[in-house]
């Protein structure tokens, strides 16, 4: 639900950032046509402040700069913009180097962008001000109290006195209590505490108590008779001991112990399926074309066996399915039981660089190609393990509701490889949990990027 404070702040941002950036364009073409460069035409260089517009919108959504979650906290607010200005610097000097206009370039680029910071962080004292002067001189400040006192109805007070820029807590309104803050002493039901908000120039009422069901039009009427808003919060404290998330079926709420962005919002299963069959096709074609029969030779010359492995795994929805390998280990009968170890006899000596580099995973792509795996998500188990780790552990097979990957969020926190005790699987699913309840495109490219430099560095746990 977006307040009427949060929707304000979006288009002061919004608003700010269009003026700020065409004027640190402004600014850059001024000082290189007056000091630097008389010949540009204003013609040429104002051609280009539309991709300079285009370019930092379309960064500015994918950094999720103007998005209710970032807005809540100053210090998002902070950290996406000094994203979305790198991002920014980058795509636009590529694109000045690709059209061929590196003079121009090298003149605009460090007196346009070093204008740009100085306006950014202008922009963030100046919108927070007006903002918070517009919404004080409006009287949008929201007056609120909450029906009813227990865990759930201590949350919520925490929550309005922390957005103290959005609602003004007037305080609790239950018979028990003998403090009220600023309200004084009202006794009675629901009803009467709607009267007595009216009576108080209360504008909404969060009730944590649920009254029947057949009293709930009785009391949304009297409501509307006071105009006062009646919001009701089921109050699950002494039954769901973890946070929860509601959805809706049509009109029907429905309760979610997570949140699963890739089962919520059928979009987000598109672009991940459509980045992964991009992804898997551009490997496919330019490294797998020749990387396979290179390695195919090398693996023939190095021992006896197969150039492939193959291997039941656990994947999404618990559901096996055959995972392939460039075979690392001499043919052998435990490669269904028993992990690779430090030092294991069976790994060949090709097979030892193999695993070290990565490279014996990149037939997984075929995988990736045919919608059994994806590129980012959880590594995929042998079937023994997942018997054996979800018999032990809670919450394991929460991973599998998940499309495995070829690499993942654990692995490039260091919980890949060998699992020596059930408190490193532990870590494992915690971090597996979290990928699925906050994916984002960006999460997916931000776990590639980090694959790559730990490949590159080198991982202790990769053997």
């Not at 600014?27 to 460069?37: E, R, S």
């Not at 402040?49 to 994918?62: D, E, K, V």
Request: charged share 20%.
């Amino acid at each position: 639900m977006e307040t009427r404070y949060s929707y304000f702040i979006r288009l002061g941002l919004i608003l700010a950032d269009f003026f700020m950036v065409n004027l640190a364009y402004l600014i850059g073409y001024l000082v290189v046509h007056l000091m630097i460069d008389r010949s540009l035409s204003a013609h040429f260089v104002l051609s280009k402040i539309l991709i300079f517009n285009l370019g930092w919108l379309t960064l500015a959504s994918m950094m999720k700069l103007y998005s209710r979650e970032t807005i809540a906290k100053i210090e998002m607010i902070l950290r996406q913009t000094i994203k979305t200005f790198f991002l920014h610097a980058a795509f636009f000097a590529v694109f000045l180097l690709y059209s061929e206009e590196k003079s121009f370039a090298i003149r605009f680029m460090p007196v346009a962008y070093i204008s740009l910071i100085f306006l950014l962080a202008l922009r963030s004292i100046l919108v927070t001000y007006v903002i918070e002067r517009i919404l004080q001189r409006s009287g949008l400040h929201t007056r609120t109290a909450i029906v009813g006192y227990n865990p759930t109805a201590q949350r919520l007070a925490t929550y309005f006195m922390a957005k103290q820029n959005a609602y003004t807590f007037e305080g609790f309104l239950d018979e028990q209590l003998d403090h009220y803050y600023e309200l004084g002493k009202s006794t009675g039901r629901i009803e009467q505490y709607i009267q007595f908000a009216a009576a108080n120039d209360i504008q909404e009422i969060y009730s944590t108590v649920m009254p029947d069901s057949h009293q709930i039009n009785r009391l949304l009427e009297i409501a509307d008779q006071n105009c006062v808003r009646v919001k009701f919060v089921p109050d699950f404290s002494g039954a769901i001991q973890t946070s929860y998330f509601i959805e809706y079926l049509d009109a029907i709420p429905v309760i979610s112990l997570r949140q699963e962005p890739l089962r919520q919002d059928i979009g987000n299963v598109v672009k991940k399926r459509a980045f992964d069959i991009a992804f898997a096709t551009f490997v496919i074609v330019f490294i797998l074309s020749w990387l396979t029969p290179l390695l195919a030779i090398l693996i023939k010359l190095d021992s006896k066996g197969p150039v492939f492995f193959r291997q039941l795994r656990s994947g999404r929805d618990n559901k096996p399915f055959w995972c392939y390998k460039f075979r690392s280990m001499r043919v052998n009968f435990d490669s269904d039981k028993v992990q690779a170890t430090r030092g294991d006899r069976r790994i060949t000596k090709l097979g030892a660089f193999l695993r070290k580099s990565n490279l014996d995973e990149m037939p997984q792509f075929f995988n990736v190609f045919m919608g059994t795996m994806s590129v980012v998500g959880p590594r995929p188990h042998m079937l023994a393990h997942t018997e054996q780790y979800s018999a032990i552990i809670g919450k394991y097979m929460v991973r599998q509701f998940l499309q495995p990957g070829v690499t993942g969020w654990a692995q490039v926190n260091g919980y890949r490889g060998e699992t020596k005790n059930p408190e490193q699987m532990v870590k494992r699913v915690e971090y597996d949990i979290y990928y699925m309840e906050h994916w984002s495109w960006m999460f997916d490219l931000r776990i590639i990027f980090l694959t790559i430099i730990n490949t590159v560095r080198g991982e202790n746990n990769a053997f």
